[in-house]
């Protein structure tokens, strides 16, 4: 007998916009997750003790009057009319270990040459670095474009699909371009959670899912559910693992989707002690960081926040803390154990070629009564993600569901 019609596995934003659809459909819904929070890479961290209150983004920092999917769901939970409006502060960079202004890095004359280099160029079929270094010119490409692409995605971006980069899409005019919530994006995740319906079971690390006559079994460490449904919402290599023996054929296309791993270090300092000018953020040339995302966008009267999304590998977490002081000028002693929090993510590498990937694996999932979702379809945003929820919800009711 089945417990539920639909089990989710994974409580990001994937998971809990697949659970937000299907609830509000009436279905029965079961979410597992691994851990013991919900959100996934939508990770506001909040602080205690002395910074009691504060709180900064280890994970996705920005979302846009663009994410229409996303603005829809707000709308129907309440959040719309709690949007924060990011603040306007602009990047800089990290060149040659110094933080200098975006513009200082760039060559004009290549640039003013961008418009005519744009003019037949087609996107689909060509890596980031080949599309725009052509449109920026290899010296910009290298100099500001390329680190700040890197810092876009937290990895290497040249071998990147510039197709899958950024998606063109409409802008809701009554929202503010970029937006936060109070507590952080986290805010998303947390009212997605607690609406009536979705029930969450945390500390449910899923290890094995079985085909059924009518459904499938999924066996975590601790317990055994029975959905007539079911929705894979993890990381694209946890998702290959487990398809591994039920669904052979998808595990293999999935397993051939890169991974890339980012390891972010967030601080947060009293504000008078930083003499950094107040900054959306730093993009990282040649550091061993691709960025610094800050929280001057959502500015706190007596402490500032930056997270550094550091390369794989690259430092220990002592020489990293050391970096981190000298790019915001302050000493060492200042980062104490309870100013600093520390995660890590995965993130899909993905290539050219990657869209008749997903068209093949579309196709092997049709019938099945399985669902795939995650940021390893159109694109990495969260409106990808949403966006590809709602699509294998829809498909899901098509098939019977
Ligand atoms: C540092 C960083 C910055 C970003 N910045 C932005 C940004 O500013 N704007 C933007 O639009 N996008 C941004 N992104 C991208 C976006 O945040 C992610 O692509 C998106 O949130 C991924 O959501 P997801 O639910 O697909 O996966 P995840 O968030 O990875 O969630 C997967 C969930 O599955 C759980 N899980 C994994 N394995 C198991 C298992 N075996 N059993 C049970 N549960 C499991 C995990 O614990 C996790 O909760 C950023 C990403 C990162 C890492």
């Not at 409580?11 to 937000?20: F, V």
């Not at 029965?28 to 929070?37: A, F, G, I, T, Y």
Request: glycine share 10%; proline share 5%.
């Amino acid at each position: 007998m089945a417990d539920c019609d639909l089990l989710i596995i994974g409580a990001g934003i994937s998971g809990l916009s697949m659970a937000h659809y299907a609830t509000t459909a009436g279905l029965k819904v079961r979410v597992l997750e691994r851990e013991d929070r919900v959100g996934g890479c939508l990770h506001s961290h909040r602080f205690g003790g002395e910074l009691d209150g504060f709180w900064l983004e280890l994970g996705a920092h920005s979302a846009f009057n663009s994410y229409g999917n996303l603005l829809a769901i707000l709308e129907q939970i309440g959040l719309l009319s709690r949007l924060q409006r990011r603040a306007r502060v602009r990047f800089r960079m990290v060149a040659n270990g110094v933080v200098k202004s975006i513009p200082s890095q760039l060559y004009f004359p290549a640039l003013a040459l961008a418009p005519f280099r744009l003019l037949g160029l087609i996107k689909t079929g060509r890596t980031v670095a080949e599309y725009y270094g052509h449109i920026v010119g290899q010296r910009n490409y290298t100099a500001v474009f390329g680190p700040a692409f890197d810092a876009v995605i937290c990895q290497p971006a040249s071998a990147f699909p510039a197709d899958s980069l950024f998606q063109p899409r409409p802008r809701r005019k009554d929202i503010p371009r970029g937006f936060s919530l109070p507590g952080g994006l986290q805010t998303i995740a947390d009212t997605l959670a607690a609406q009536t319906g979705i029930a969450i079971e945390f500390g449910q690390r899923v290890r094995e899912i079985r085909r059924q006559e009518r459904g499938f079994t999924v066996r975590s460490d601790q317990a055994e559910y029975q959905a007539r449904a079911l929705c894979l919402a993890t990381p694209v290599a946890v998702a290959a693992e487990l398809l591994r023996k039920p669904f052979p054929d998808i595990a293999e296309r999935l397993a051939e989707i890169d991974t890339a791993e980012v390891e972010s270090l967030g601080v947060a300092l009293p504000t008078a002690q930083v003499s950094l000018p107040p900054i959306a953020g730093l993009i990282g040339r040649e550091e061993p960081f691709y960025s610094v995302v800050s929280r001057d966008t959502v500015p706190d009267a007596h402490w500032r926040g930056l997270t550094f999304h550091f390369r794989p590998g690259v430092l220990n977490k002592e020489e990293r803390l050391e970096r981190i002081a000298q790019i915001l000028g302050v000493t060492r002693t200042l980062l104490g154990p309870e100013r600093v929090v520390y995660t890590r993510n995965q993130l899909p590498a993905l290539r050219v070629g990657h869209g008749e990937r997903a068209e093949e694996l579309d196709q092997a999932l049709l019938g099945n009564r399985l669902a795939l979702t995650g940021n390893y379809f159109s694109g990495i945003a969260i409106e990808d993600c949403v966006t590809r929820s709602r699509a294998e919800f829809e498909r899901l009711r098509s098939e019977g569901l």
